[in-house]
């Protein structure tokens, strides 16, 4: 399994800039998960555990508003990572995460991630700016979706 992870992990742009060991030191803080169209891989307003990295297939994006209505408003690929804020903060999610056809992700617990940071420091600080790297191109990207 831990191979397998690191394979996934390996091919992942989410690990550009890792070494090879780095790489094989965090697959074993993921696990491998397999989703079928239409399951949720996160709900909204639930507690935010942990993040994935969507290795195969495509997944919506959707919130639900208030009065019970759901817009989709983004839709994540291969290579993409969803759920990311909930490592960075203790929050409800903010979205759905539906996978639109088959997918596989891997994942990464809070906890997990806590205990990487515990054993792995240099590894966990990548990690944390691989994710920052995909937080702010998103912020920039409907920063510029507004404005043009």
Known sequence: MKEDIYKLLKWSHFTDGFTNEDIEDLSDYFESMSYL????????????????ILIRGRADIIIRANDGTEKTIAQVCQNEIVGEMSILEDLPRMANVV?????????????????????????????????GRTLAHRIRSAHLKKVI
């Open 37 to 52: 169209r239409g399951d949720r891989i996160f709900s909204q307003g639930t507690a935010g555990i942990g993040m994935g």
């Open 99 to 131: 996978a639109a056809e088959e997918c596989t992700a891997i994942l990464i617990t809070r906890p997990n991630f806590e205990e990487l940071l515990a054993e792995n420091s240099a590894v966990a600080a990548k990690f944390l700016l691989a994710t």
